[in-house]
């Protein structure tokens, strides 16, 4: 039973427009979302994280939405460049117990995005 | 700063053998976690271990099974080889476990692996 599903296996756009990246959940106890970027041959790497208290955060051209009552969060690229192009995992964690550590990240089975010059 | 080191980027084998790859984490960072990455499962948590304690550990058989070092580096060791092992495995490391911004963690290349 899949918790994170990214539903599009891949997606395509056109340089400079915007891209959107989408993630659902179904564990209602995650608070902790995370987006990575894995280009072929190496390891995935860190872009963007949310809280859950908070619905929305950017650094640069990336800005993650998250809507809590849908169980959903959004990726943002804009304007989107042809380096860009990779797979993007989404992530999600959930902290263990009241005053626990942070759970370890669950991955959705991510999205290829394609920025075509 | 050095990044996340795994060794060795490659290996094949075949069915019924053993394997053990190696992690070495970013200087500092306690925490490991090891990935399976397939192509019809995504990414799946295998374990993690936290100053040479398995600390969390995944849905994966006891065929599968890791260990740190006190110096922080980690292998990890699969027995007994089926094809569906065939995967690319990863490992991450990060400061901690114990606060979010911790878990910003920092994946090696990975090891792929090939079961014939």
């Known amino acids: 039973d899949q918790q994170v599903k990214q539903n599009s296996p891949s997606l395509s756009v056109q340089e400079g427009r915007i891209s959107i990246l989408n993630c659902d959940y179904t564990?209602?106890?995650?608070?902790?979302f995370l987006w990575y970027k894995k280009y072929p041959a190496e390891g995935p790497t860190f872009l963007i994280s949310?809280?859950?208290?908070?619905d929305k955060n950017e650094d640069g051209r990336f800005t993650v939405f998250l809507n809590k009552s849908a169980k959903h969060l959004s990726l943002h690229i804009v304007p989107s460049q042809p380096g860009d192009s990779a797979v993007y995992f989404c992530?999600?964690?959930?902290?263990?117990?009241?005053?626990?550590?942070?759970?370890?990240?669950?991955f959705g089975k991510g999205t290829k995005l394609s920025v075509k010059p | 700063k050095a990044g996340v080191t795994q060794t060795p980027r490659y290996l094949i084998k075949t069915r019924g053998q053993q394997v053990t790859l190696s992690c070495s984490p970013i200087?500092?960072?306690?925490?490991v976690s090891w990935y399976q990455q397939t192509p019809g499962q995504g990414l799946q948590f295998l374990f993690e271990?936290?100053?040479?304690?398995?600390?969390n550990k995944g849905n994966f058989p006891g065929r599968f099974s890791g260990r740190q070092f006190s110096n922080s580096r980690s292998e990890m060791n699969v027995s007994t080889l089926e094809l569906g092992d065939s995967a690319l495995y990863l490992c991450?490391?990060?400061?901690?476990?114990?606060?979010?911004?911790?878990?910003?963690?920092?994946f090696g290349p990975g090891t792929r692996l090939t079961v014939l």
């Open positions: 271990y936290f100053s040479e304690t398995q600390r």
């Open positions: 200087s500092g960072h306690r925490s």
């Open positions: 564990n209602s106890m995650f608070d902790y």
């Open positions: 991450a490391s990060s400061w901690s476990s114990g606060s979010p911004s911790y878990n910003e963690q920092f």
């Open positions: 992530a999600a964690s959930a902290r263990i117990g009241l005053r626990g550590s942070q759970g370890n990240l669950i």
């Open positions: 949310i809280s859950s208290i908070k």
